[in-house]
């Protein structure tokens, strides 16, 4: 069976449990973006999926072409009925594995047999009735198709529906009077009372008669009567219980690990996608991104996912931001006043890298992104009770990176250095910014040195804006222009109350 995640039969879902989360997760507040899938019954455990990773432009290309397929509501209806087919087996051969009665084990089981196979062969008509167009789930059918028609497959299918057919058959009618209970094996299903009744009106507050449409017994293990019943049937054809004995105790792996696996797989995309649409559904845009194997980026209208949907259930604004980055132009560098902005575009850059990894559509308009195949994030430390403390901090984490980067990576570096002098601060970020574009790293770094855009036109500067009225009213737009600086240290003069009107102010009050 094929993987959504990877050509070929992937990792079981007992080796995506042991995977880590990325480094860089929480600094792109993945985390909590994660964590809307513990709303779900089964999401829980689904979160580890958000850890396994593409290691090439390949297999990036195949989530992707599954991604855009669920997005068609024919094959999103056949999938949404084969998970639910195959949650149905399963919660049957959950029973089997609970109750007392070894018969009603077998029973049980059998019933999960004939529900895999229905579940499977009604996914492989309903993808051949609405054919995808992704490969991959081309694939998954025609291995379906080949596993229902295999000899050993076409043989167990056929005798459990044998055996399900003769249970079905079943019939028996049961009068219960004062003190004793008449079972009757030759039962027609014929209503003789209705057509009588309906001769006879009823006299006035008589008491209409209910039939049971639904078992009156709760338990899932059997209770007195119905085993009364059922020791009945056993004596009337010892053969066919005999059968379901002996077939289900040899069927023992029922369910294919490999089955439940591409449930969990599919279950994940589904979730995202649907959190995706409801987003999208409220004005924010999403794209597939087109991904390229040279370093240019074109993202319109990008946003931090998790912000979006935090502002959106507080009725609170996102403003979209844009992000090019052409194939010769080697960093993008963000300045600008503190809380502008800043840090969340490094974050929605991140995410929108991350997504587009993962194949899954990406919060922006129209987007274009290179190929990674690995993040690296650092962002300002505050590790340390000291300034050494937190400067020791940030050079090991940079170290680190720099021993682990290869030629895809995509580094996201968020004001670092700012426990350092200005002048080192700009001299160390100077000689990492000229290490990272040596070794072909997509950089995206956010500073509070302006000074380092200058020192290349092949900078990207993104600045971010205030409003030009002497207030400094953050906008949270960043658009590409000059870094100057200027805004940065008016924001720091008005903070520090060190502007004209509070220095004359302090000077006429003494």
């Known amino acids: ?70 997005c068609d509501h024919d094959v999103r209806a056949a999938v949404n009925r084969f998970i639910s087919g195959i949650g149905v087996a399963e919660r049957y051969l959950g029973y089997s594995e609970i109750v007392n009665a070894s018969v009603q084990k077998w029973k049980w089981r059998l019933d999960t047999i004939v529900q895999f196979y229905s579940a499977i062969d009604r996914f492989c008509r309903d993808l051949t009735e609405n054919p995808p167009k992704s490969e991959p789930l081309l694939k998954l059918r ?31 009618h ?31 507050g008589e008491r209409e008669e209910n039939s049971f449409t639904e078992s009156p017994f709760g338990d899932i293990n059997i209770a007195p009567l119905e085993e009364f019943i059922l020791n009945q049937f056993m ?8 059968n379901l004995e002996t077939f289900c105790g040899i069927k023992r792996d029922i369910i294919l690990p490999e089955v439940s696996d591409l449930i969990r797989e599919f279950r994940f ?71 502008g902005g800043k840090t969340t575009l490094a974050r929605a850059f991140g995410q929108c890298a991350y997504f587009g990894m993962m194949g899954f559509p990406v919060p922006a308009g129209v987007s274009r992104l290179p190929f990674v195949d690995r993040i690296f994030t650092q962002f300002a430390s505050t590790a340390g009770n000291d300034v050494e403390g937190r400067l020791e901090h940030e050079l090991t984490g940079v170290k680190a990176i720099l021993d682990s980067l290869t030629d895809h990576s995509l580094v996201i570096f968020n004001e670092l250095f700012t426990s350092a ?29 302006f000074e380092l855009a200058f020192d290349s ?30 805004a940065y240290a008016n924001s720091i003069v008005s903070k520090y109350k060190l502007d004209y009107s509070h220095i004359f102010g302090r000077i006429r009050a003494r």
């Open 1 to 70: 069976m094929i993987s959504l995640f990877e050509p070929g039969k992937g990792l079981s879902f007992a080796e995506v449990r042991e995977l880590q989360e990325p480094s860089y997760f929480r600094d792109l507040n993945m985390d909590q973006y994660a964590s809307f899938f513990k709303e779900f019954e089964v999401g829980a455990e689904l979160i580890p999926y958000f850890y396994y990773l593409p290691k090439t432009k390949e297999e990036s290309g195949h989530r992707q072409s599954v991604m855009k397929d669920l």
């Open 421 to 449: 002098p200005t002048m080192d601060a700009l001299t160390m970020s100077r000689a990492l910014l000229s290490t990272l574009i040596e070794k072909n790293a997509v950089c995206f770094v956010v500073t509070h040195t």
């Open 174 to 204: 049961i009068t219960i009077n004062k003190e004793r209970a008449t079972l009757d094996f030759q039962y027609s299903e014929e209503d003789y009372c209705s057509s009588i009744r309906s001769e006879f009106p009823r006299a006035e």
């Open 457 to 486: 036109d092949r900078f990207v500067s993104l600045v971010a804006t205030v409003v030009e009225d002497g207030s400094f009213r953050r906008t949270y737009r960043i658009i590409r222009k000059s870094a100057d600086g200027i």
């Open 235 to 242: 004596k009337q054809d010892r053969v066919l219980f005999r």
């Open 269 to 339: 995309a589904l979730l995202n996608l649907e959190h995706f649409e409801k987003l999208k559904n409220n004005g924010f845009p999403f794209s597939f991104p087109e991904i390229v194997e040279d370093r240019e980026v074109n993202l319109d209208d990008c946003f931090d996912i998790v912000l979006a949907a935090k502002n959106l259930s507080e009725n609170k604004e996102v403003v979209l931001n844009d992000i090019m980055k052409s194939k010769e132009e080697t960093a993008i560098l963000v300045t600008g006043p503190n809380q």
């Open 142 to 172: 025609d291995d379906f198709t080949a596993y229902l028609n295999d000899a050993e497959t076409v043989k167990t299918r056929a005798k459990a529906e044998e055996i399900s057919g003769e249970f079905d058959k079943m019939r028996f």
